[in-house]
């Protein structure tokens, strides 16, 4: 198995619903992984040595939500807006920062 990786960045939103309870689904998640994704595909950012935007499951933090977490670096962040998430794209996708005011810290893990 080769160390190499195929996508630069594989970055997961979180689109869980629930019913009655915290979620991200509630807060918008699916529109905005939709609005990062199409970000990428403009820039010519996606493929192979690129970055892939996905949609998760339950990603356990229902009460931190909305939530997306950056790979290979494990990073979690919480973002409200397009904002938030513009800042992510430019700093941590793009400029390989990462962005300290949106990330879950460990100690706010469940």
């Known amino acids: ?6 996508y630069k960045h594989h970055v997961f939103f979180c689109q869980n619903k629930r019913e009655g309870k915290p979620c991200c689904e509630e807060y918008g998640a699916s529109a905005m992984r939709e609005y990062v994704k199409k970000r990428m595909k403009e820039a010519g ?11 998760a499951g339950c990603l356990g933090r229902c009460d931190d939500g909305p939530v997306l977490v950056v790979y290979p670096e494990g990073v979690w962040y919480h973002y409200i807006d397009k904002t938030d998430v513009d800042e992510i794209i430019e700093k941590h ?12 810290k460990d100690s706010d893990l469940l």
């Open 93 to 104: 996708l793009l400029g390989g920062e990462i962005v300290e005011r949106l990330v879950l």
């Open 1 to 6: 198995m080769s160390d190499e990786q195929y």
């Open 45 to 55: 950012l996606h493929g192979k040595d690129c970055i892939r935007i996905n949609q």
